[in-house]
Protein backbone atom coordinates (compact mmCIF):
# COMPACT_ATOMS: atom_id res chain seq x y z
CA UNK A 1 0.00 0.00 0.00
CA UNK A 2 1.67 3.15 -1.53
CA UNK A 3 -0.70 5.41 0.85
CA UNK A 4 -1.81 3.99 4.26
CA UNK A 5 -3.65 7.12 5.51
CA UNK A 6 -5.35 7.70 1.93
CA UNK A 7 -9.04 5.61 3.23
CA UNK A 8 -8.57 7.87 6.58
CA UNK A 9 -8.51 11.14 4.84
CA UNK A 10 -11.06 10.81 1.94
CA UNK A 11 -13.69 10.60 5.23
CA UNK A 12 -12.32 14.03 6.28
CA UNK A 13 -14.16 16.93 4.92
CA UNK A 14 -12.46 19.66 2.80
CA UNK A 15 -12.92 22.47 5.59
CA UNK A 16 -11.43 19.73 8.68
CA UNK A 17 -7.41 19.88 6.84
CA UNK A 18 -6.33 21.11 10.20
CA UNK A 19 -7.29 17.66 11.34
CA UNK A 20 -5.10 16.00 8.59
CA UNK A 21 -2.34 17.57 9.99
CA UNK A 22 -3.09 17.40 13.66
CA UNK A 23 -3.99 13.38 13.36
CA UNK A 24 -0.48 12.73 11.43
CA UNK A 25 1.30 14.63 14.29
CA UNK A 26 -0.32 12.20 16.38
CA UNK A 27 0.39 9.74 14.33
CA UNK A 28 4.11 10.42 14.44
CA UNK A 29 3.98 10.80 18.60
CA UNK A 30 2.54 7.56 18.93
CA UNK A 31 5.13 5.69 16.70
CA UNK A 32 7.87 7.14 18.46
CA UNK A 33 8.26 4.22 21.43
CA UNK A 34 10.70 5.33 23.01
CA UNK A 35 9.03 8.56 23.70
CA UNK A 36 8.49 9.52 27.06
CA UNK A 37 5.35 10.96 29.03
CA UNK A 38 5.62 14.99 28.81
CA UNK A 39 5.33 16.31 32.33
CA UNK A 40 1.98 17.96 33.25
CA UNK A 41 4.27 21.15 33.46
CA UNK A 42 5.03 20.84 29.94
CA UNK A 43 1.15 20.35 28.47
CA UNK A 44 -1.35 22.88 27.31
CA UNK A 45 -2.63 24.11 30.74
CA UNK A 46 -6.27 24.04 29.85
CA UNK A 47 -6.14 19.88 29.07
CA UNK A 48 -4.53 19.24 32.49
CA UNK A 49 -7.71 18.98 34.67
CA UNK A 50 -9.39 16.35 32.14
CA UNK A 51 -6.13 14.48 31.73
CA UNK A 52 -5.55 13.77 35.21
CA UNK A 53 -9.20 13.14 35.36
CA UNK A 54 -8.88 10.58 32.68
CA UNK A 55 -5.66 9.10 33.80
CA UNK A 56 -7.12 8.34 37.21
CA UNK A 57 -10.30 6.15 35.98
CA UNK A 58 -9.19 2.65 35.40
CA UNK A 59 -7.25 1.52 32.76
CA UNK A 60 -7.18 4.47 30.92
CA UNK A 61 -4.22 6.38 29.81
CA UNK A 62 -3.66 9.66 28.27
CA UNK A 63 -1.84 9.52 24.69
CA UNK A 64 -1.91 13.38 23.41
CA UNK A 65 -3.97 16.39 23.98
CA UNK A 66 -4.17 20.30 22.61
CA UNK A 67 -6.73 22.60 24.09
CA UNK A 68 -7.33 23.85 20.13
CA UNK A 69 -5.15 27.77 21.53
CA UNK A 70 -9.06 29.10 20.54
CA UNK A 71 -8.94 28.05 17.02
CA UNK A 72 -9.26 24.25 16.83
CA UNK A 73 -11.31 22.03 19.32
CA UNK A 74 -10.38 21.03 22.48
CA UNK A 75 -8.75 17.35 22.32
CA UNK A 76 -7.53 14.45 24.36
CA UNK A 77 -6.37 11.01 22.52
CA UNK A 78 -6.73 8.07 25.12
CA UNK A 79 -6.21 4.11 25.30
CA UNK A 80 -8.01 1.79 27.03
CA UNK A 81 -6.42 -1.83 28.21
CA UNK A 82 -9.11 -4.25 27.88
CA UNK A 83 -7.08 -6.66 29.47
CA UNK A 84 -9.10 -6.19 32.83
CA UNK A 85 -13.92 -6.32 32.55
CA UNK A 86 -13.23 -3.49 34.94
CA UNK A 87 -11.48 -1.22 32.36
CA UNK A 88 -14.53 -1.44 30.01
CA UNK A 89 -16.40 0.00 32.73
CA UNK A 90 -14.06 3.39 32.82
CA UNK A 91 -15.05 3.09 29.11
CA UNK A 92 -18.67 3.13 29.82
CA UNK A 93 -18.61 5.61 32.57
CA UNK A 94 -16.54 7.83 30.51
CA UNK A 95 -19.61 7.78 27.89
CA UNK A 96 -22.05 8.49 30.31
CA UNK A 97 -19.90 11.47 31.29
CA UNK A 98 -20.73 13.00 28.20
CA UNK A 99 -23.81 12.28 27.00
CA UNK A 100 -26.64 14.87 26.81
CA UNK A 101 -28.86 12.82 28.98
CA UNK A 102 -26.36 13.31 32.00
CA UNK A 103 -24.39 16.29 30.93
CA UNK A 104 -25.74 19.97 30.24
CA UNK A 105 -22.80 20.19 27.93
CA UNK A 106 -22.86 16.60 25.89
CA UNK A 107 -24.04 18.07 23.11
CA UNK A 108 -20.79 19.76 22.44
CA UNK A 109 -18.67 16.74 23.39
CA UNK A 110 -17.82 13.45 21.48
CA UNK A 111 -16.25 10.12 21.76
CA UNK A 112 -14.49 8.86 18.64
CA UNK A 113 -12.43 5.82 17.85
CA UNK A 114 -9.00 6.30 15.89
CA UNK A 115 -7.57 3.05 14.40
CA UNK A 116 -3.93 4.17 13.60
CA UNK A 117 -1.34 2.67 11.62
CA UNK A 118 1.28 3.20 14.14
CA UNK A 119 1.67 -0.49 16.24
CA UNK A 120 1.35 0.53 19.77
CA UNK A 121 4.32 -0.69 22.38
CA UNK A 122 2.29 -2.71 24.69
CA UNK A 123 1.33 -4.93 21.81
CA UNK A 124 -2.49 -4.32 21.71
CA UNK A 125 -3.99 -3.07 18.14
CA UNK A 126 -3.43 0.39 17.51
CA UNK A 127 -6.93 1.61 18.48
CA UNK A 128 -7.55 4.88 20.67
CA UNK A 129 -10.21 6.92 21.46
CA UNK A 130 -10.44 10.88 21.07
CA UNK A 131 -12.54 13.08 23.57
CA UNK A 132 -13.59 16.07 21.38
CA UNK A 133 -15.02 19.29 21.73
CA UNK A 134 -17.25 21.11 19.41
CA UNK A 135 -16.74 24.60 21.35
CA UNK A 136 -13.81 26.26 20.93
CA UNK A 137 -11.42 28.90 23.57
CA UNK A 138 -12.77 30.31 26.88
CA UNK A 139 -15.77 28.07 26.21
CA UNK A 140 -14.48 24.56 25.84
CA UNK A 141 -12.10 25.36 28.69
CA UNK A 142 -14.73 26.02 30.51
CA UNK A 143 -16.60 23.30 29.63
CA UNK A 144 -13.86 21.26 30.06
CA UNK A 145 -13.76 21.43 34.15
CA UNK A 146 -16.89 21.10 34.21
CA UNK A 147 -16.69 17.20 32.61
CA UNK A 148 -13.96 17.09 35.01
CA UNK A 149 -16.57 17.54 37.62
CA UNK A 150 -18.71 15.30 36.39
CA UNK A 151 -16.34 12.21 35.41
CA UNK A 152 -15.78 12.82 39.42
CA UNK A 153 -19.46 13.22 40.52
CA UNK A 154 -20.69 10.45 38.30
CA UNK A 155 -17.70 8.00 39.36
CA UNK A 156 -18.64 9.00 43.36
CA UNK A 157 -22.36 8.30 43.07
CA UNK A 158 -23.23 5.13 44.52
CA UNK A 159 -26.50 4.76 42.93
CA UNK A 160 -25.30 5.11 39.53
CA UNK A 161 -22.35 2.78 40.02
CA UNK A 162 -24.52 -0.16 41.77
CA UNK A 163 -26.90 -0.07 38.75
CA UNK A 164 -24.67 0.03 36.48
CA UNK A 165 -22.35 -2.51 38.12
CA UNK A 166 -19.24 -0.18 37.94
Known amino acids: MKYPYTSYLRRIPVH ?12 MSLSNENKERIP ?20 VSTESSCCGHGTQP ?5 KIDFREDINQSSLFLLGKSVDLRYWEYGRFWEIKIECLDAKRKDGDPPV ?3 LES ?9 QALHLVDFIEEL ?12
Request: proline share 3%; with cysteine; hydrophobic share 40%.
Open 16 to 27: DVWQIRINEEVR
Open 40 to 59: YEKMDPEVVPLCKALNMLKG
Open 74 to 78: FTIMF
Open 128 to 130: YFV
Open 134 to 142: RSLGEEAYK
Open 155 to 166: SQDKSFCKYYNL
